[in-house]
Each structure stands twice: as structure tokens, then as C-alpha cells.
């Protein structure tokens, strides 16, 4: 099976290609430049490289990169700078999330190919009746006002939930809420709610961005936990 992995020069990104690779499958990784990957990773004869920013490829370019793959996974985010924060593209998670899914219909796969989304757990699951306080409410309020990336990553997991919803053949879809995410050099236990069981603006928990990148090879590439989350939003936190 291979995965096409965007985002893969990324902090998690690059930990995803690392787990995919261990267990033997194939990866395309899209990447602004190849000197971001380790030259160990570089060399591995199951990896293709992709230099080019996934918004500068053109429809038939993504729909060829997207052929033959069983899964596509987006490990984009906005860079935690003031260029990265308040810089274009302003809907880069989104704008990427549209395209691939159009490039995914494109390909013509004989079976539904797997998007997993990476996202955030400040982001609400409004297909299920998440509570959140009338205090974070407000805060989530300015912060979609204020930073981009909150709303790029609303609008991201919106349109999977509306747009493609769980009616469309050529797609499945699921959307990974990790919380506050921490460097950690292996994996550990891990938990997954479909909800998030505290509040992510005044009781955060901690994920590592290498679980994270562990749950999201397993959803690429085991049966078992694809069909348990599916269509989900789920939340992991460390254990």
C-alpha cells in the first residue's frame, strides 16, 4: 500500500513518513525541499519525493501523485512565527484539503481512498454534542477572528464533515484532533476520545507529535482502526 503524505518536511509530518516506512509501505512525500528529510529516509528505495508546494502543483500533477494510493494524509499547519501566523496563505489547510479531495476523484481509485486530516482538539466535532464553557466559547470566538490558522482549520474539518460527508464513494475521511503537542523521541500509550475530555484553552492535555504520527499510520494502513474512526473526529492525548 502506499500513502501519500502532505506536509511530510513538517515536525510531525516527517515522523509520519519515519512510521510508514518501518512498516514496510510505500510513501510519496510531498516536501518543499528534499534536504528537510533525513538522508537515511531520503535513500529508502519505498519512498518517492515530491519537491513542490502542494498549492503550486496543478490539478493533473495531484491527481497523478494521488493514483495508486490507498491513502492521503495532511500533516499541514500554519508555522508558530508572525509570517507563519498572519502571512498567506491564510487557508492553506483548507485550500489543500479541497484540492487533494478533488485530485482523489480524479484518480479513479477502484476503492474508496482513505484522507486523514491533522487538526486540533480547539477545533469542534458539530455533528456530536460537544459542550465547551461559556468562557471558552468567547476565547474560541476571538481566536477565530484573530488567527487565521483557528479558522483555516475549522473550515478544513467543516468541509470534510459537510462536503464530503459520508455519502461520497471516492472518499472516507477522518480528522485527528491531537492536544497540546510535545516533542517525545518514541512512542507511548496513547488515549482516543471522540471528544475531547478537557477544555483545550484552560485545561489542556499533552500529545506527542510521535503518537500522533503513530495513530495516523494506523488509520492509513489497518483495517480495524479505520473502520472504528472513520467519518470521526478523534482526540488523543498521551496516556
Same mark, same amino acid.
Given at each position: 500500500?502506499?500513502?501519500?503524505?502532505? &506536509?511530510?518536511? /513538517?515536525?510531525?509530518? %516527517? #515522523?509520519?513518513? +519515519?512510521?510508514?516506512?518501518?512498516?514496510?509501505?510505500?510513501?510519496? =512525500?510531498?516536501?518543499?525541499?528534499?534536504?528537510?528529510?533525513?538522508?537515511?529516509?531520503?535513500?529508502?528505495?519505498?519512498?518517492?519525493?515530491?519537491?513542490?508546494?502542494?498549492?503550486?502543483?496543478?490539478?493533473?500533477?495531484?491527481?497523478?501523485?494521488?493514483?495508486?494510493?490507498?491513502?492521503?494524509?495532511?500533516?499541514?499547519?500554519?508555522?508558530?512565527?508572525?509570517? &507563519?501566523?498572519? /502571512?498567506?496563505?491564510? %487557508? #492553506?489547510?483548507? +485550500?489543500?484539503?479541497?484540492?487533494?479531495?478533488?485530485?482523489?476523484? =480524479?484518480?479513479?481509485?477502484?476503492?474508496?481512498?482513505?484522507?486523514?486530516?491533522?487538526?486540533?482538539?480547539?477545533?469542534?466535532?458539530?455533528?456530536?454534542?460537544?459542550?465547551?464553557?461559556?468562557?471558552?466559547?468567547?476565547?474560541?470566538?476571538?481566536?477565530?477572528?484573530?488567527?487565521?490558522?483557528?479558522?483555516?482549520?475549522?473550515?478544513?474539518?467543516?468541509?470534510?464533515?459537510?462536503?464530503?460527508?459520508?455519502?461520497?464513494?471516492?472518499?472516507?475521511?477522518?480528522?485527528?484532533?491531537?492536544?497540546?503537542?510535545?516533542?517525545?523521541?518514541?512512542?507511548?500509550?496513547?488515549?482516543?476520545?471522540?471528544?475531547?475530555?478537557?477544555?483545550?484553552?484552560?485545561?489542556?492535555?499533552?500529545?506527542?507529535?510521535?503518537?500522533?504520527?503513530?495513530?495516523?499510520?494506523?488509520?492509513?494502513?489497518?483495517?480495524?482502526?479505520?473502520?472504528?474512526?472513520?467519518?470521526?473526529?478523534?482526540?488523543?492525548?498521551?496516556?
Amino acid at each position: 500500500m502506499t500513502t501519500l503524505v502532505v &506536509g511530510a518536511n /513538517g515536525a510531525t509530518g %516527517r #515522523l509520519l513518513v +519515519a512510521e510508514l516506512l518501518q512498516r514496510g509501505h510505500g510513501v510519496r =512525500a510531498v516536501v518543499r525541499s528534499s534536504k528537510s528529510l533525513p538522508a537515511e529516509m531520503r535513500d529508502n528505495p519505498q519512498l518517492t519525493v515530491i519537491e513542490a508546494s502542494v498549492l503550486d502543483l496543478t490539478d493533473g500533477e495531484l491527481a497523478r501523485h494521488v493514483r495508486g494510493c490507498g491513502a492521503v494524509v495532511s500533516c499541514l499547519g500554519h508555522n508558530l512565527t508572525f509570517q &507563519g501566523l498572519f /502571512g498567506p496563505p491564510w %487557508r #492553506l489547510v483548507t +485550500a489543500a484539503t479541497r484540492r487533494l479531495c478533488t485530485a482523489i476523484k =480524479a484518480s479513479e481509485s477502484d476503492e474508496p481512498v482513505r484522507f486523514v486530516l491533522m487538526n486540533t482538539t480547539g477545533v469542534r466535532n458539530r455533528d456530536l454534542d460537544e459542550r465547551i464553557s461559556f468562557s471558552q466559547k468567547i476565547v474560541t470566538g476571538l481566536l477565530r477572528l484573530l488567527l487565521p490558522p483557528h479558522a483555516d482549520n475549522e473550515a478544513a474539518a467543516n468541509y470534510l464533515r459537510k462536503q464530503i460527508r459520508s455519502s461520497d464513494a471516492a472518499i472516507d475521511w477522518a480528522v485527528v484532533r491531537p492536544d497540546g503537542l510535545i516533542d517525545e523521541d518514541r512512542v507511548t500509550e496513547y488515549e482516543l476520545h471522540a471528544s475531547p475530555i478537557r477544555s483545550a484553552i484552560f485545561d489542556p492535555g499533552k500529545t506527542s507529535r510521535i503518537n500522533v504520527a503513530h495513530f495516523m499510520a494506523e488509520l492509513a494502513t489497518d483495517e480495524m482502526a479505520w473502520n472504528t474512526w472513520k467519518g470521526r473526529m478523534p482526540v488523543i492525548y498521551n496516556r
